[in-house]
């Protein structure tokens, strides 16, 4: 199911159309059968995740969507599969209660962009309404509420808040279970400073950069190549 008058269509063309995750399969280091567990991170509509879920077979895909009316539709495009759970809430820099923070617009794109790219920020003093309230985790709470030992793709596509998840590299122990990340660094509202950090923090872990899939970039850790 898709909304008119929104950026759904424009997500189905690079998801199926396009197919950006499609490649996966072929251009990270894993046996497709052999991936048990995908981490959607901003999961918008559920075209990523019924698209994981299809490259992977075997994969579990617990996907996370801040964005309330968006949520809704990602639960309804999702329900049909067994093995994608849908999640209310963000991901952030630790487990807490955020508000929703308006969107980060691409003017380029003819659509409004707000159902697109929802992002989430801290909760101010000046109380929010009750319906912007979003709750969030740590990657490291979310890997333990769902019951994830470890992470075999992990996408993340969060409009921002990258930069909360990845500032601290004394915070993403977490990455240490990921074998495989897949990012869309959002350059355009991030510093140079805060995406070179980012790369440090993915050297540190062992994660090695694989290139470009779409608008997102791959990294892996060498000994999941193929043989």
């Known amino acids: ?51 994981f879920a299809a490259v992977y077979p075997n994969a579990r895909v617990v996907t996370v969507e801040p964005g309330t009316s968006t949520f809704q539709l990602l639960a309804v495009n999702t329900a049909h599969n067994r093995r994608i ?11 807490t209660l955020l508000t929703l923070a ?21 909760l101010q003093s000046a109380a929010a309404s009750v319906s912007d309230l979003v709750p969030a985790w740590s990657v490291d709470d979310l890997l333990a509420k769902y019951h994830l030992g470890a992470v075999d793709v992990l996408k993340v596509d969060v409009e921002g808040s990258e930069a909360v998840m ?14 495989c990340l897949v990012i869309e660094w959002h350059h355009g509202f991030l510093t140079d400073k805060q995406y070179d950090k980012f790369l440090a923090i993915m050297d540190r872990y062992g994660l090695k950069p694989l290139g470009r899939f779409g608008e997102h970039e791959g990294f892996c850790r060498p000994q999941e190549l193929k043989h």
Request: with cysteine; aromatic share 8%.
């Open 1 to 51: 199911m898709l909304r008119s008058n929104t950026s759904d269509f424009a997500v189905l063309e690079q998801h199926v159309c396009n197919c950006d995750f499609c490649s996966l399969g072929r251009q990270l280091p894993l046996e497709r059968h052999a991936v048990t567990s995908v981490l959607d991170l901003g999961g918008n509509c559920g075209l990523a995740a019924t698209v």
């Open 85 to 95: 759970q849908a999640v209310y809430g963000a991901a952030w820099g630790s487990s």
């Open 102 to 122: 308006g969107a980060i617009y691409d003017h380029s794109a003819k659509q409004d962009a707000t159902d697109w790219a929802t992002s989430v920020g801290p």
């Open 166 to 179: 990845f500032r601290d590299s004394k915070t993403v122990q977490w990455l240490r279970r990921v074998k």
